[in-house]
């Protein structure tokens, strides 16, 4: 059996184009096949071994041609059963691939769907057109993302190599050069961010990877502490960014907006509880009170800050400036 799914698919790759270089009359070789499905010719040729002593496939090299044949047109790999979920599921998740387009990550996510469907069988018993149609993947506003720069963050992460990064945060007039140890790359709405340490600040930070100018990986190497757990670091937050304390936050809903924040898990250690009145109470962990700000502000009348006082007051601020700039508006 083949060691893995990847190579289960370079079989069926190389099965296709094989039958389909005997078709057009232009046979195959392994530098086709290795150019084409982007891997080395030596995996090429162990792939055909195998197929050869393991499958008994009658695959012959012709000389004259400089190309793969089979010498027994008869021949068929086993097959592959793919019921009306598993093609539901891949043209899903390609539809998906919308969330990625502006992240360099896009292509390479492309290329790996196009060699999925490369290898599907030439008939199947459900037909996934009706997808194209009927269903939509709207996509998240994102920022963009130097290439060069993500392949660089993620190499550094791979080899846990240092990372010299000149770094801008918004508003700020010029950038400033950071010597990071990269921890984890997280996704967040529509952001990608980095975690890692940061040397001048000599502690922990989250950077955001489109407002990294500029990055170089270092020589150096280092080693992730032993009590960094992003999982549970991110779980302990409200958003992407954190702080030294935590707060816990609670939040009144009013009876028409209460529905709506008890659609959806806003935090995995939250606890929502149903009012008498048909309003809902929500509470959890926070330890950066300024995204939570900005996320109560989104409900409007509808949420109302129980607790700590210190949000309280930010979101009664924030609504003051807000009051005073559109008063301010509305007599110019």
């Known amino acids: 059996m083949p060691q893995d799914k990847n190579q289960l698919l370079r079989h069926i790759f190389i099965d296709r184009r094989i039958r389909e270089g005997m078709r057009a009359g232009r046979l195959v070789n392994c530098a086709t096949l290795a150019r084409d499905y982007e891997v080395s010719s030596k995996t090429i040729l162990r792939d055909i071994d195998f197929l050869k002593n393991q499958r008994d496939a009658p695959i012959d090299y012709d000389g004259a041609r400089h190309g793969y044949l089979y010498t027994e047109e008869s021949y068929a790999l ?3 059963t793919l019921n009306e979920s598993d093609l539901f599921a891949i043209c899903i998740a390609e539809k998906a691939l919308a969330h990625y387009e502006n992240t360099p990550i896009h292509r390479q996510l492309a290329q790996v769907f196009r060699k999925i469907e490369s290898s599907l069988p030439d008939k199947v018993s459900v037909q996934p057109a009706w997808v194209d149609t009927r269903l939509s993947v709207t996509q998240e506003p994102e920022t963009s993302i130097v290439p060069a720069i993500w392949d660089t963050v993620a190499a550094a992460l791979a080899k846990n190599r240092g ?17 990071v140890d990269p921890f984890h790359v997280v996704r ?53 960014f954190g702080g030294d304390q935590e707060f816990r936050v609670r939040l009144r809903f009013d009876k028409p907006t209460a529905p709506y924040a008890a659609e959806r898990q806003w935090h995995v250690r939250q606890v929502l509880t149903a009012m008498a ?28 800050v129980l607790a700590p006082l210190e949000l309280r007051e930010m979101v009664r601020q924030e609504l003051a400036w807000a009051a005073l700039a559109y008063g301010a508006a509305g007599s110019s």
């Open 78 to 80: 086993p097959a592959i």
């Open 163 to 179: 990372l010299i990064i000149l770094y801008q945060k918004p508003g700020a007039d010029k950038a400033v050069v950071r010597n």
């Open 188 to 240: 967040h709405r529509g952001e990608w961010y980095l975690l890692a340490y940061c040397h001048l600040r000599e502690a922990q930070r989250t950077f955001a990877l489109s407002r990294i100018r500029r990055a170089e990986m270092q020589s150096r190497t280092f080693a992730i502490p032993k009590n960094f757990d992003a999982e549970k670091l991110l779980e302990n937050r409200f958003g992407i």
């Open 277 to 304: 009145d048909g309003g809902a109470e929500l509470s959890f962990p926070a330890t950066n009170l300024r995204e939570v700000m900005r996320w109560v502000l989104s409900w409007g009348a509808g949420a109302r």
